[in-house]
């Protein structure tokens, strides 16, 4: 059987059943008990009603044997629970809150009585997590309205509570990100790790990367967070599973209008601000309604937003001064050496001295087109700026979005349950250049749209109490364009370099990057300009079968990905040229630095020169298939085991035609063509059918208000889906890159001719593509290889834990929370210099091709984490809601940078040395939430007549308040000592580390004293990531009003306020000895700066 017939086979069984489950993620819960008498004696065959009390939706079955009942997949909601039973009074419970993939045990008592009389429980008492093991939290709608939300009104500001999860921040740039989406890391691993969804439709961007599109908060119904030991359903995560639940019509008319506004006149500087804040108008607007077309079976809900963020950005960046620029370097630190002297190994070479002036260069060896670029980039205007951070400006950035989402239910005969949703999202946004049409460093100048939607049918079928299934059908899809400013200019070759500009997609100015100053100097990202696209569809059965005391569920899922992208990425299709210290800096002499740096640059002496060529469509084709199967077994009134077993299988990837993929063999120098000659499309990547995670968990209730739990689980995650990371090599990506053979020598062309501006870029290096799709002595470019013997990466995680119901409604959960990950990715340059000194001589791929360009794979290590996290509730009783998050936590990997996607390695010299603290790892993490109600006004303790009924009456606040430890940070050398490419140079410590917490240029934020330049080819002394940076504390408030205008509709006043208290928050120090900025913090963290932003707000609700 052909596997193609396979997964036709099972698409044809899902059809048939006419249901579909995505990405084993739930949309729905489960509600059960124990039905007892007074003396807690089982009471079988009671008849047991939950009524969802908006919707009217009502479903009913008999205890078994064992007094139980067990209403699976019901609609999140809030429900009411009636127990009927011969000789007993009837018991009804009121106001059982049900969040979606939660299992909510509310257990019975019947008195002894007749029909006629009934006992009633208007408050359900607190709920404990009383029958799963897994780990995590549920965000309620209170929580995402209520509560101060900074980007965007964005709830996943709120995983800031999961504890685990690290502070959500913004990845990527604005125009790649265009929903602005948040990422977090959760317990250790790896965002690729996540998996978000709305109502259980898939709404990551590949494999998790980011959030194609998020939902406006006040839509949100409810959001489910788990962070470990999953139920078997739940695939393709090792981190957090979170699925956003939306709003649902009622029988009952609910809408509201709003609008959140900020302007910089309510915003404090930012710390390192010189001048007046810049301009900044944000509006959030919008609207929601849901209600009854047939009361108690058909409603419908609809919302709309539009946001206007106009936002002026205050820059602080690093420009050469006007001695750099005309050749003075008296004033720098470092000698500045003429590579025009000497040997070519960087030994024997004179200082500069020009006129009897050390480190002044002739002014007639400085190149023109270094004149001209620097002609382009303004002097430095901080007063007493010094070498760094000397230039401010403004800059502005203006995104218009518009979104809306429809959603309709129906309750269909029976107990079936239909609901049909779609949500729709524009984006238009466009990002001014520092430097204009020239481009310029911290902000790229360029216009993007995205347009995205994602939409669902999701359908429940009970066949009897006992036995249902569920139907899900999804989709979600975006499209995003992106192009620079200086689309469509001849920029490059008006300032004099030639073969840049040949065609529209290499159109604009070519970037230039100076290490030591802020980069590119000039030009734009290389990425730029790019078409994106992505289609993601979900099919899959769902089962559940309840026996006895067992519930059954059992499920299979096909899943198609469909990712397509034109964009260039390594250099960019205008190119991009690298200047170093080591070309004017003297092997075995004093440690170079940024003026060394700069004086290559005006020479016109590159370390690299390269560019993207031939950039084509490329394409990402994939199919998933998940089957699982799990029992949760109540063994006794006490006990609940759960156990299953998940199978998963990743079918390789194709291309959508042949010869868009390629595999390059770093053992022959040959590039493998897909679906050319005899070379199959997948590159012949082996396909497993072993992946099998099984799950188990115990939950054991020691009285009423005690409950211990432990699981276990085990998690793979897909192949992390990056068209720029995957086989996009030559001849669908091509790139032209010109290396140097050392630190001290220039870069050359193929043909040995020295690479420069003024020499431009030669002709594409293009080979031709023979028949058999095999390419002896490939191209010298960068390439990416593929392990065609790639095994799943997967996450082995376990949890204990305690939960104790407190007085006054807390409920207290501590915990112990473990993982190791096995085989995940991380980037490794097979062609790094892997012996100290011998410059290129070290590089595998040098000796045997004579290639000095990457060859990347994705190399599979390990990581460990180690966690102490407790939770302290309060659901919202008396006016309070709060939730306490704390964790204390260690987390260790190979990967430089595992919290931000896949990771790279920083040392090749001793592989083992990369082991290390996670970048994202902070120690101690606390997150304090809260929204109380003052007790004063109408139905309240105190005032709740006459005027001060109206005064001090519909008051709330409430506030997120974060405080963490710092992140680790490697202190580093220049590598030109090491001569080995592709290492990082650490720096050698003499003494131990201090900080002396200064703050700006003048003062350093530790000690660097202790600090120095390993000899020439040795590894420093330090480990990376071995210094923790500065901490982080942050308190957003927010303060409302509501004002009765009927009794049905009110109005509310809102004031907002983010970093409340106005307390920086700062990055870490520059950590590179070669940095005239070594030890000094001069930005902020993730770029919150911690700067106080307040917003207004109105809303009218009925």
């Known amino acids: 059987m052909t596997f193609k017939k396979f997964l036709g086979g099972i698409a044809a069984l899902l059809l048939v059943s006419a249901s579909t489950f995505t990405l084993g993620q739930a949309v729905n819960a489960n509600l059960l008990g124990t039905v007892t008498d007074q003396t807690k004696a089982a009471v079988p065959g009671a008849t047991v009603t939950i009524k969802e009390t908006r919707s009217g939706a009502s479903k009913t079955m008999q205890t078994n044997n064992s007094g139980n009942y067990d209403f699976e997949a019901i609609q999140p909601g809030t429900y009411e629970i009636t127990a009927v039973q011969t000789g007993f009074r009837p018991a009804k419970v009121e106001n059982v809150a049900v969040v979606v993939n939660t299992t909510v045990r509310m257990d019975v008592t019947l008195l002894l009585g007749s029909a006629t009389e009934s006992v009633t429980v208007t408050s359900a008492p607190d709920v404990l997590k009383t029958d799963r093991a897994d780990v995590g939290i549920d965000i309620s709608s209170q929580q995402a309205e209520d509560l101060p939300l900074g980007t965007n009104r964005n709830f996943q500001g709120l995983l ?247 959603k309709a239910d129906q309750n269909l005969r029976g107990e079936d349950h239909l609901s049909v949703r779609y949500s729709w999202q524009k984006v238009d946004q466009d990002q001014q250049a520092l430097f204009g049409l020239a481009g310029g460093p911290s902000h790229d100048g360029a216009h993007g749209t995205q347009t995205a939607y994602n939409t669902a049918a999701n359908y429940t079928h009970v066949f009897s109490p006992v036995l249902l299934t569920e139907v899900r059908l999804g989709l979600n899809h975006y499209k995003n364009i992106a192009k620079q400013h200086d689309y469509g200019s001849d920029a ?28 590119p100097i000039v030009g734009t990202g290389a990425s730029y300009p790019w078409v994106r696209g992505e289609t993601n569809i979900d099919l899959v059965n769902n089962w559940t079968k309840i026996q006895g005391n067992h519930s059954l569920k059992f499920g299979a899922e096909v899943r198609r990905v469909r990712d397509d992208l034109q964009q260039g990425q390594v250099f960019g299709q205008r190119g991009i040229f690298r200047y170093r210290d080591g070309q004017t800096g003297l092997k075995g002499g004093p440690k ?237 340059n097979l062609n790094a210099g892997f012996v100290a000194g011998a410059g290129a001589k070290g590089q595998p791929e040098y000796t045997a091709f004579g290639r000095t360009a990457s060859s990347t794979v994705f190399k599979q290590a390990g990581s460990s984490y180690h966690s102490l996290q407790v939770k302290l509730d309060h659901r919202f009783t008396n006016g309070l809601s709060a939730t306490s998050a704390y964790t204390y936590q260690k987390g260790m990997g190979y990967s430089t940078s595992s919290g931000s996607g896949v990771g790279g390695t920083s040392i090749y010299l001793d592989f083992s040395r990369n082991y290390s603290r996670l970048s994202n790892d902070r120690t101690h993490t606390f997150v304090q939430s809260f929204i109380y109600q003052l007790p004063f006004g109408k139905g309240k303790k105190w005032l709740n007549t006459g005027v001060g009924k109206w005064v001090a009456g519909g008051w709330q606040v409430s506030g997120v308040l974060s405080l963490e430890t710092g992140t680790p940070f490697s202190v580093t050398a220049s590598g030109a000592s090491l001569n080995a490419p592709s290492n990082t140079q650490v720096a050698n410590i003499d003494g131990k580390f ?65 970093s409340i208290t106005n307390t920086p928050q700062f990055g870490n120090p520059s950590s590179s000895i070669t940095n005239s900025n070594f030890g000094h913090i001069d930005g902020a963290n993730g770029g919150a700066n911690g700067n106080r932003v307040m917003e207004l707000a109105g809303k009218i609700t009925f």
Not at 177 to 199: F, K, P, W
Not at 507 to 519: M, Y
Not at 643 to 661: F, H, I, M, N, S
Request: charged content about 15%; aromatic content about 12%.
């Open 492 to 519: 490059s070759a008006a300032i004099g370099i030639p073969g840049v500009n040949v065609d529209p997609s290499t159109s604009g100015l070519t970037g230039i990057d100076i290490a030591g100053f802020s980069s």
């Open 160 to 406: 800031a509570l999961v504890p685990g999860a690290t502070k959500p921040h913004f990845q990527h740039s604005t125009f790649f990100n265009a929903a602005a989406s948040l990422s977090t890391e959760v317990n250790g691993q790896s965002r690729l790790a996540n998996n978000t969804e709305i109502e259980g439709v898939d709404d990551n961007e590949r494999s998790g990367l980011l959030q194609v599109l998020i939902p406006p908060s006040e839509a949100i119904q409810s959001v489910s967070v788990s962070t470990g030991n999953y139920q078997a359903e739940f695939g393709r995560v090792g981190g957090a599973v979170t699925d956003i639940i939306l709003k649902s019509g009622t029988n009952d008319f609910h809408g509201a209008a709003y609008e959140f506004n900020r302007i910089s006149a309510l915003q404090a500087k930012d710390y390192f601000q010189t001048g007046p804040n810049p301009v900044t108008v944000y509006n959030y607007y919008g609207g929601n309604l849901g209600g009854p077309i047939i009361r108690d079976k058909l409603f419908i809900f609809g919302d709309y937003l539009h946001v206007s963020d106009h936002q002026g950005q205050f820059n602080t960046i690093t420009v050469p001064t006007e001695a750099f620029r005309n050749g003075d370097f008296s004033a720098a630190p470092n000698n500045i050496y003429d590579p025009a002297t000497g040997n070519s190994d960087g030994t024997g070479r004179t200082q500069f001295n020009y006129m009897g002036r050390a480190n002044v260069m002739d002014p007639a060896r400085i190149s023109p087109i270094a004149q001209k670029i620097m002609a382009l980039v303004p002097l430095p205007n901080v007063p007493g700026g010094g070498l760094s951070s000397n230039y401010t400006g403004v800059t502005h950035f203006i995104r218009k979005t518009n979104s809306f989402d429809v």
């Open 994 to 1058: 201090h900080k002396l917490k200064g703050i700006g240029d003048s003062k350093a934020w530790f000690d660097t004293s202790v600090f120095s330049q390993p000899t020439t080819a040795a590894l420093g002394n330090t480990g990376l990531l071995s210094f923790i940076g500065p901490g982080f504390f942050n308190l957003d408030a927010s303060a409302r009003k509501q004002f009765p205008l009927t009794e049905r509709v009110n109005l509310e006043f809102r004031a907002e306020a983010f």
């Open 592 to 828: 170079t630095g940024q003026a060394n740096d700069f004086a290559s640059f005006l020479l016109d002496i590159p370390n690299q020169v390269g560019r993207d060529v031939g950039v084509q469509d490329a394409s990402w084709r994939e199919s998933q298939v998940f089957a699982y199967a799990q029992d949760t077994w109540q063994a006794n009134s006490k006990l609940t085991l759960t156990y299953g077993l998940r199978w998963e299988l990743y079918v390789p990837p194709t291309p959508r035609r042949a010869g868009d993929y390629s595999n390059y063999d770093p053992i022959t120098n040959t590039l493998i063509i897909a679906g050319l000659g005899k070379n199959p499309m997948d590159l012949g990547m082996k396909t497993r059918f072993t992946y099998f995670a099984p799950r188990l968990g115990v939950a054991y209730r020691l009285d009423d208000k005690t409950v211990v739990r432990a699981g276990y689980g085990m998690s793979y995650e897909s192949y992390p889906d990056n068209l720029n990371t995957y086989a996009t090599n030559y001849p669908l990506k091509q790139n032209n890159s010109f290396d140097s053979l050392s630190s001290y020598t220039q870069a050359q062309e193929p043909d040995g001719t020295p690479a420069s501006m003024a020499a431009g870029f030669p002709a594409p290096l293009l080979a031709p593509i023979p028949p058999d799709g095999i390419i002896h002595d490939a191209p010298p470019q960068a390439y990416n290889v593929i392990n065609l013997n790639w095994k799943a990466p997967y996450v082995q995680s376990w949890n204990a834990a305690v939960q104790r119901a407190l007085p006054a409604g807390f409920v207290l959960d501590v915990a112990y929370v473990g993982n190791v990950g096995v085989g995940l990715a991380q980037n490794y």
